[in-house]
């Protein structure tokens, strides 16, 4: 019955339970699904940024390797300085901003967590936290729970519904 380009989720149509599904055209997140959506996404990106400073601070280490003690006191930078100290510099700025950033990520996760975890239902809260700390694609979350990407955007967009309400209200700024 489906087709690539005929895309289909499930009405959710009790409470209490998965079985009453009826496929239907699927519809854009409402307002508050999204709203939920962008708040639990807010750090998304915050282990990669940290990767890559981490990435930019070994680069240092290995350049600075390279260079004698003499070189280093006889190799001048743009400002006068010698290179060990610049990229001394350099590395203890990027190791505090990698040090604030995950701070800051580990301070986010648990109050997503405690947000997440209002949500009564354990499915839905499992897929939360799959999709949301743990940066799980619909795909590999619905081989978790043996559903197709579509179904599993589907319960995702219902978790949404039981989360939005635990959601601040506040702006979100990155």
Known sequence: MSNESNYHHF????????????????????????????????????DIEINLLIDRRDKIIGSMSGIGKYDAEHIPTQNGENATESKNIEYSYLSEQIEKKMRKLSAENVRTHKVINKVDDTMLRGMLESRYINRKTWSEIGKAYNYEKTRTYYYIKVALDKVSPYIPEEVVVE
Not at 12 to 36: C, F, I, N, W
């Open 11 to 46: 009405n959710y149509l009790s409470d209490s339970g998965y079985d009453h599904l009826v496929e239907r055209e699927e519809k854009p997140m409402t307002d508050e699904q999204y709203h939920a959506h962008t708040w639990l996404s807010r750090m998304w990106n915050a």
